[in-house]
């Protein structure tokens, strides 16, 4: 009984500390008004319905006949498709009117229903902001991972696709603004295969070209270059733009600093870089540049390609995160990633730690684990595994 | 009769091959099933409320409403809730059926129920002293517990836990942990602080009883009183089906209890012997079966309690003839049978004596 007293008393000191807030002009007093409204609303739905949002409890109801459709994110009817090359898929969609638009360079997060589950990879737009405004439409191209997930069971299932849920566009790979690049910069670009993706979008979204951009586009070989008719037209018709074709099959890889010192008239300080590809790739030539005095605010990178590299050892790394706290759990084959974690003093929470009861899940949001019992290794995308029965199969990130 | 580690580990493999048939081939067929329940508990739920308000023109249709929402609230704890707390469509990746976020219409805190149920129950089934589900602290069913005074009326004590079940499922935890009453018992060790323990029950408690006796009367005006009785219906009749269902599955006549020394550092072949005579079935049709939340299969459900509940049905005649094979009982009958047996449990149970089922 004291304990629900203490609670009022607490309750009317929170009240007359926000009032005191307000009146001080501490906080504005709309945002008190919103945060109050949020939490009860979010009381009133569980009581209603229990689940933190109304949503939840009508979307099996509201969207019976779109199984497709998952709660969190916007549908996403699919247009059309055409293979760019041999292994990259695009693939046309209209997003429902509640989709909020992108900036060209950014990425979202695509969700397909797959054999009764849902599935999520994340792919930057490939399309202009021009094909969003006039059609409201826009394209994603992907790079057909033989080991990955997602982008298998898209290959497989995209002529019998009607509809894609997506995330709202994310990330902050985009071009700076013609205010930033007014000081006479030049733009450089390197794109490592499906790393093509996020930089076409910004290339053919450019409406006034101001400063001069140079494209390193490295490709095994021709046949797996994605939009090269396009950027080849661009090219042609565009002066300020330029575009550098690197068969890494036969001319090994590309040596950007020393490219970029033959040019004539170009200087490395002056300049932006948009770097998209492997992790490694982008590495290096950020620190070639810095190494040439480059400052590090000039260069942008997006990170492409698998999480699995043969560089990894038996051993991998799990990054835990906990609030905010993150803590590196050396994961070594085989080995539950309860036992590895606790092993390094973390204390997620367990029950059986057999399998049976479900009390260690926790959320994964990058990386594959191969679940001990049955022997199956997981896809790459987020979601929800059991601790006590998963080993790491390549680096990982899990939040508990 | 006593089977070696040898012939457990062999019934362990035989299982998980079992096991193994099946979840292998989930997929679109699971996933439509468990979505059209949720249809159906949708419907069901609202046109029941919808209906309970249009009582003013017959009273037939608050019948119907009664019986709608009753139906939709066993449709929501025993096939959906049941099964997707257990993580049985965590696989779907689905944050609608995930068992980390599901939360459902009933007063016991999903949280607390994990806990409890999945984690003790499943893990320490019917090991005496460690798994509190038997008997639930209140019911004398074996001689394995010593006869007390209120033992004798303990036939009137289980009619009252059936019509208040949910009550009895939401404080199973805090009595657990003697959070309001009694000594704590030196030997538990709990992961949650009573102050958690009394905010998850009385907040998902409070929820529950205004949304059925404060905000839904209210909002149906001068029917408010309709409305009101037929909820404390709907609940009533939930609890009486749950309850009735969850007896069935293990104080059978033929259910077997063990100690903690049997069961100190069990292989997994152990564990499964354990789960099949710890639990028992009954049959009945499809529909039936459903309502139940395929806890009518309750040994399958022990053996495999994360396989999607409707292959219970479909793996109950594999796992029957594995049990035949190693000579372990496999305790199935009617449902009106099996009852009778609970009924006679609970009141042989009430006088001292009788027989202790431990194996």
Request: net charge positive.
């Amino acid at each position: 009984m004291s304990d629900l007293k203490n609670r009022k008393v607490v309750f009317y000191l929170f009240l007359v500390y926000n009032c005191a807030l307000k009146l001080s002009g501490r906080t504005s007093v709309n945002k008190t008004i919103s945060l109050w409204g949020q939490s009860l609303y979010r009381q009133f739905s569980l009581m209603l319905a229990n689940q933190p949002k109304l949503g939840y409890y009508l979307h099996p109801l509201l969207n019976w006949n779109k199984p497709a459709l998952h709660p969190d994110y916007h549908s996403a009817r699919v247009v059309d498709f055409c293979w760019e090359t041999e292994q990259m898929l695009s693939v046309w969609l209209e997003p429902a009117s509640s989709w909020a638009g992108f900036t060209p360079g950014q990425h979202l997060l695509v969700t397909m229903l797959h054999k009764g589950r849902y599935i999520s990879r994340s792919f930057s737009i490939s399309s202009s902001s021009a094909l969003f405004a006039q059609q409201k439409q826009i394209r994603i191209s992907c790079r057909i991972q033989p080991q990955g997930e997602f982008t298998k069971a898209l290959a497989a299932d995209i002529s019998k696709l009607t509809h894609l849920s997506i995330s709202d566009a994310m990330g902050d790979f985009v071009l700076a603004t013609t205010a930033d690049t007014a000081l006479e910069k030049s733009i450089v670009m390197v794109a490592a295969g499906s790393g093509i993706t996020p930089l076409w979008s910004m290339l053919s979204s450019l409406r006034c070209w101001t400063s001069p951009v140079v494209l390193f586009y490295c490709v095994k070989n021709t046949a797996q270059a994605a939009f090269l008719t396009e950027l080849k037209l661009l090219a042609a018709k565009q002066p300020l733009f330029e575009l550098q074709l690197i068969e890494t099959a036969a001319a090994g890889r590309l040596n950007l600093v020393q490219h970029l010192k033959a040019k004539a008239g170009f200087s490395l300080t002056k300049s932006l870089y948009y770097f998209c590809g492997p992790a490694a790739m982008s590495r290096q030539y950020k620190d070639d540049l810095i190494q040439q005095g480059v400052s590090s605010t000039a260069i942008h990178a997006e990170l492409f390609g698998l999480a699995v590299t043969a560089a990894e050892g038996p051993v991998k790394q799990a990054l835990f995160m906990q609030q905010g706290k993150v803590t590196t759990v050396e994961a070594a084959a085989g080995v539950p990633l309860l036992q590895a974690a606790e092993h390094q003093g973390l204390t997620p929470r367990f029950g059986c730690r057999i399998g049976v009861c479900y009390q260690c899940v926790c959320q994964k949001k990058s990386g594959q684990v191969l679940n001990l019992r049955t022997g199956q290794i997981s896809g790459d995308g987020p979601e929800q595994i059991q601790l006590c029965i998963s080993a790491a199969h390549s680096n990982l990130q899990i939040e508990l | 009769m006593k089977l070696t580690e040898q012939q457990l580990s062999e019934l362990a493999a035989e299982l998980d091959q079992v096991k193994a048939g099946v979840m292998s081939q989930l997929g679109d067929k699971e996933a439509r099933y468990i979505r059209r329940m949720l249809l159906t508990q949708r419907l069901s739920a609202i046109s029941g409320r919808v209906l309970m308000v249009l009582g003013f023109i017959t009273p037939w249709l608050w019948v119907l409403g009664v019986a709608l929402l009753a139906l939709a609230k066993i449709l929501d704890n025993m096939e959906i809730g049941h099964n997707v707390l257990h993580g049985q469509y965590d696989w779907m990746n689905d944050p609608v059926l995930h068992s980390q976020r599901f939360e459902w219409d009933i007063a016991c805190d999903a949280g607390s129920w994990k806990r409890t149920h999945n984690f003790e129950h499943h893990t320490y089934t019917n090991i005496i002293g460690k798994d509190r589900d038997f008997g639930y602290g209140l019911l004398r069913l074996s001689n394995d517990f010593r006869w007390r005074l209120r033992n004798l009326w303990q036939f009137v004590t289980y009619l009252v836990l059936s019509t208040l079940f949910q009550w009895g499922v939401s404080y199973h935890e805090l009595a657990g942990e003697r959070v309001f009453f009694g000594k704590k018992k030196p030997d538990r060790v709990n992961s949650v602080s009573h102050t958690d323990l009394k905010k998850a029950f009385f907040g998902k408690g409070a929820r529950q009883l205004f949304k059925d006796y404060v905000f839904f009367p209210l909002i149906a005006g001068p029917m408010w009183l309709w409305v009101l009785t037929g909820n404390l219906l709907a609940n009533i009749i939930r609890n009486l089906w749950t309850s009735t269902v969850i007896f069935c599955g293990h104080f059978t006549a033929d259910v077997h209890t063990f100690t903690q020394q049997q069961c100190e550092g069990e292989s997994r072949g152990h564990w499964y012997y354990r789960q099949i005579l710890g639990s028992s079935n009954f049959t009945g049709p499809r529909w039936f079966h459903i309502l139940t939340g395929h806890l009518s299969c309750q040994i399958e459900h022990h053996l495999f309690p994360d396989m999607p509940a409707l292959h219970y049905l479909t793996v109950a005649p594999q796992v029957q003839a594995i049990a035949k094979k190693y000579g372990i009982a496999y305790n199935s009958g009617s449902f009106l049978r099996q009852y009778a047996t609970v009924v006679a449990r609970i009141i042989r149970y009430s006088f001292p004596g009788g027989r202790a089922t431990t194996v």
